[in-house]
């Protein structure tokens, strides 16, 4: 464990995340005003809810992050574009959109490509942070390896690994790889099935600079019980 990570830094490397089918305006209002409290760095959340968690965060610290084409990334260029400006004009301050992991399968490259320049763009025009979900349980790594170098060349903010609800997480292996790959000049998220202080800090080792986590406040509250034992 790096020997200067505070409750309060780990927090700041946390995407907290609600992205259920069916949450209630009293369930949002809890999470954003729990997140708050922790100052989580972003909630993570669907795109439709976004202008009503702007308004239970008030004047936080907190993001407010859209989750486009979640979880499939099956629509359109075009379509993925729409949501992305909807979301930013209703309050959004992160984008983690999903890559058309079909077009991926099939070469067919410009397409990935433009899908990425096109929401990064759009991003970029309205300082918003832009992130590119890849789903790496269903990619080879010629196709992992693809979609990076694709990366460098459009210059999104964050690479990150998945969207929590394929057939597979997060891995230390692939944070490792895509890290290796874009190095310095872009940063990686580490998303699904981080749900303890342990695999957090083999991500952030691994080279992650973000955690998408429901289990934000178990990470934190682990941390914070670790330090105190050892004082």
Known sequence: MKSDLTPQKIAKMIDQTLLKAYVSDEDF????????????????INSAPVKKCREFLGGSNVHVGAAISFPLGQTTIETKVFETETAIREGADEIDYVVNIV????????????????????????????????????????????????AL???????????GFGTGGATEEDVRLMKSLVGDEI??????????????????EAGAERIGTSAGVKIVEELRERLAAKS
Do not use: W
């Open 29 to 44: 209002r809890a999470f954003c005003e729990e997140s708050a409290a922790y100052d989580f760095k972003m909630v993570a």
């Open 153 to 163: 060349e459009v210059k999104p903010d964050f690479i990150k690994t998945s969207t």
């Open 187 to 204: 940063k990686v998220k580490a998303a699904g099935g981080i749900r303890d202080l342990d695999t957090a800090l083999a991500m952030i």
């Open 103 to 150: 077009e991926l399968k099939n070469r067919n490259l410009d397409h990935i490509r433009r899908e990425m320049e096109s929401i990064v763009e759009v991003c970029r025009k309205a300082g918003v942070i832009s992130k590119v979900i890849f789903e790496n349980c269903y990619l080879t790594r010629e196709e992992k390896e693809i979609l990076c170098r694709i």
